[in-house]
């Protein structure tokens, strides 16, 4: 069985700050794929990035970065200098062919930046 | 490109009432999900299919709940009777499976409420 952790539920940060959203997952699996999605109140899941287990680099969008780490099996997400429309639930996830081709959510962050 | 439609956007009913609803994948996309997101909570997969073959319908329950994509291309979701507990968001999602995977595209979900 596959699990993502979000333990974080919510953070509310002022504008400019920067903020980290932690994910920690489980998986038997020696190759997998991790991924972020944020979730505006739109509703609509909007993909981020796609991290294969074999490639630890770190990676930097813009104002988002992302830090992956096998031998702590996290995934963090930080946003640079949050803005307002950062404000959505962001959702990580995990997926293995070996547990049915599934992807497994983590509960999710609800952030807020607040001007 | 036009993304994954669903509709409704909305839906109240009442108990026992039966209730559908419709997604049409990205256009050449063959895997198709449906995705229940209760409230606070991250995405749980219902079914999921290759084409117009479920091959994962593990989580779907089968006594109220059925879905079918008939021809490969949009699929319907349909609860009957619903009951109270089945307020949720119904997202739908499509992906180009061949090797490998690839990321899911989402739709804008469903918003039940039954009353």
């Known amino acids: 069985a596959q699990k993502v952790t979000q333990a974080q539920t919510e953070i509310s940060v002022v504008e400019k700050e920067d903020v980290t959203l932690d994910c920690v997952y489980e998986?038997?699996?020696?190759?997998?794929?991790l991924f972020w999605y944020k979730q505006p109140p739109s509703g609509e899941l909007v993909f981020l990035i796609r991290?294969?287990?074999?490639?630890?680099q770190n990676e930097i969008s813009g104002r988002y970065s992302w830090n992956f780490q096998k031998s702590t099996s996290s995934f963090n997400f930080t946003i640079t200098a949050s803005q307002v429309v950062d404000s959505a639930v962001y959702f990580c996830a995990l997926f293995s062919k070996n547990a049915g081709n599934m992807l497994t959510f983590g509960g999710g962050t609800r952030l807020m930046v607040k001007p | 490109e036009a993304g994954v439609v669903q509709s409704p956007r909305y839906k109240i009913i009442e108990k026992k009432q039966p209730v559908a609803f419709w997604c049409n994948p990205i256009s050449g996309h063959n895997t198709l999900y449906w995705y229940l997101q209760n409230l606070g909570q991250g995405p749980e997969l219902l079914i999921r299919y290759e084409n117009e073959e479920a091959v994962d319908d593990s989580q779907l329950p089968k006594d109220r709940f059925s879905a079918e994509r008939l021809k490969g291309v949009d699929s319907t979701l349909k609860i009957q009777p619903a009951e109270l507990g089945d307020s949720a968001v119904y997202l739908c999602?499509?992906?180009?499976?061949?090797?490998?995977?690839?990321?899911?595209?989402f739709g804008p979900g469903t918003r039940l409420t039954v009353l």
């Open positions: 999602a499509s992906s180009f499976n061949i090797q490998g995977y690839n990321e899911q595209f």
């Open positions: 998986t038997r699996d020696t190759t997998y794929y």
């Open positions: 991290r294969n287990s074999f490639d630890e």
